[in-house]
């Protein structure tokens, strides 16, 4: 089962993530994944953003314009 903890861990070693990489680090479900960064975002911990371009490949199997991308906003002392 997934925890806070695990998942500030994760935003936070990285600048931006999106949800998908997030699926498939902490091999969770999106659901689970998302009710937590809530928590995180309510807070004003993590900032939610929509990309407006696509990722630079070619392969266009995703659609990039949707990608929802997660930075962690807060510095601890």
Excluded at 44 to 67: D, H, I, L, W, Y
Aim: proline share 3%; glycine share 2%.
């Amino acid at each position: 089962m997934l925890s806070l903890k695990q998942l500030k861990l994760c935003l936070q070693s990285k600048p931006m993530v999106s949800l998908q990489e997030l699926k498939i680090t902490l091999q969770e479900d999106v659901a689970t994944i998302y009710d937590l960064l809530k928590y995180f975002i309510d807070r004003g911990q993590v900032q939610e953003q929509t990309s407006a371009a696509k990722c630079g490949t070619r392969c266009q199997k995703c659609p990039m314009a949707c990608e929802k991308w997660y930075r962690w906003l807060q510095i601890d002392t």
